[in-house]
């Protein structure tokens, strides 16, 4: 490992010991998802206002996302791990009091410098160790450990609402944080110590400016952008308005929990298979299943606007097989093509695929709720998305 910068680790820590941290995020992760748009449409007002509050917060997340790269030139990645995991686990306990409104939206916008952070030290870290393998295998086994932890999140967290409020349940995220950090620190990591560049803010503007020309100068690089991008997109749009448009239906927060779990097991069923189809089939099976699910999630998208009651409930756990599919498949539309160097280099800025639609998504989303007059107007717009993503990625112009 030393060629990747570790001088040290434990000798049964392997890929799979990273992988296996996805058990702590996905569970900690889909306790604050069951309740965040929950919370922010209680202390804002509007599902209009929440959308509006969420671009503003992925505006600020897409600047973080933009200085990773030259966050790792100064910080090693396990350094930079450890205070991330530390950071999040104390803001989102204090996330779990009755504060004011204006404290829990500055400790939320907080939250996301290491949550990002997070999001991207974990894939280097597979890329780091994944071995003759590949990365394939391991991101699925990353996914369906993190979508194991999501499975009963949101019935768990809706229990705690019910007996003592929403916000405590960032309490409890706060903790499974804490665990997933001690679970790291018995890696035993150390890395060389780098030496540190002066830094100048114009300095650093330029560098990240510069690292952004050239990453959409690679047409492969661009092109695993647009998909992700398109992905994301939908995501956003359902993680936002399932929890509202289930509660402005008249379902109770226990129906909501359910809703929410069953659409986890999906994810678990597919992560593993599906990561080791994209092992053995490449670049065709990631191409030929990030279009299946651009497709289902277009569908399912239109039909969720001309219905209502029972079968919204059951379409919303329909369309998470597609986007199982797609969420194990996403980063190796990058990882397929970036190699070497260029992976730490380019990463952060392809993770802003993650992060932009959630500053454009919401106030398109807020724009055709305030055109249709309903929240369900959200549904035409991700059905657009979808059929949009799909062309692209399918269309080859030589």
């Given amino acids: 490992m030393r060629k990747n910068g570790y001088i040290a680790i434990k000798d049964n820590v392997t890929g799979f010991s990273f992988a296996n941290l996805g058990l702590f995020t996905g569970f900690a992760g889909g306790l604050v998802a069951a309740v965040y748009a929950l919370v922010l449409l209680d202390i804002l007002g509007s599902a209009a206002m929440v959308s ?132 790291f620190k018995r890696y035993g990591i150390i890395e060389m110590d780098k030496k540190i560049p002066k830094i100048t803010p114009r300095k650093s503007i330029r560098a990240v400016l510069r ?3 050239a990453y959409f100068r690679n047409r492969d690089y661009a092109r695993a952008y647009i998909i992700s991008f398109g992905h994301f997109a939908i995501r956003t749009i359902r993680g936002l308005y399932v ?40 670049k065709v099976f990631t191409k030929g299943g990030m279009a299946f699910g651009f497709i289902a999630y277009s569908l399912c998208s239109f039909l969720l606007y001309f219905t209502g009651g029972w079968t919204m409930l059951a379409l919303f ?26 992976r730490a280099r380019f990463f952060g800025i392809f993770n802003t695929s993650k992060k932009l639609p959630r500053i454009l998504t919401p106030l398109m989303a807020a724009l055709f709720i305030v055109v249709f007059d309903t929240t369900s107007a959200v549904w035409l717009l991700s059905g657009v998305v979808g059929a949009m993503s799909a062309a692209l990625l399918l269309w080859n112009k030589k």
Avoid: C, H
Wanted: net charge positive.
């Fill in 211 to 213: 690292e952004t020309k």
């Fill in 317 to 342: 756990v329909i369309w998470q097989i597609p986007g199982a599919v797609q969420e194990t498949l996403n980063d190796m539309t990058f990882f397929n093509v970036a190699k070497g160097n260029d």
């Fill in 52 to 183: 509006l509050y969420s671009s503003i917060y992925n505006v600020f997340g897409l600047l973080i996302a933009l200085s990773i790269g030259e966050v790792l030139r100064i910080f090693s990645k396990s350094k930079l791990f450890y205070a991330s995991l530390l950071s999040v686990a104390i803001v989102f306990f204090m996330m779990g009091f009755g504060i004011k409104r204006e404290t829990f939206i500055m400790l939320d916008l907080f939250s996301l410098i290491p949550l990002t952070f997070i999001g991207v030290l974990i894939p280097l870290f597979l890329a780091d160790f994944a071995g003759r393998g590949g990365i394939a295998g391991l991101n699925g086994r990353y996914i369906f450990w993190m979508n194991s932890g999501w499975l009963f999140a949101p019935m768990i967290a809706m229990s705690i609402a019910a007996v003592a409020g929403l916000r405590p349940v960032f309490m409890v995220a706060s903790l499974v944080y804490l665990l997933g950090l001690f679970l």
């Fill in 243 to 282: 929890p509202i448009v289930i509660i402005e239906a008249g379902f109770t927060k226990d129906i909501l929990g359910l809703v929410l779990t069953a659409g986890i097991i999906p994810y678990i069923i597919l992560a593993m298979p599906v990561g080791r189809l994209a092992k053995k089939y490449g």
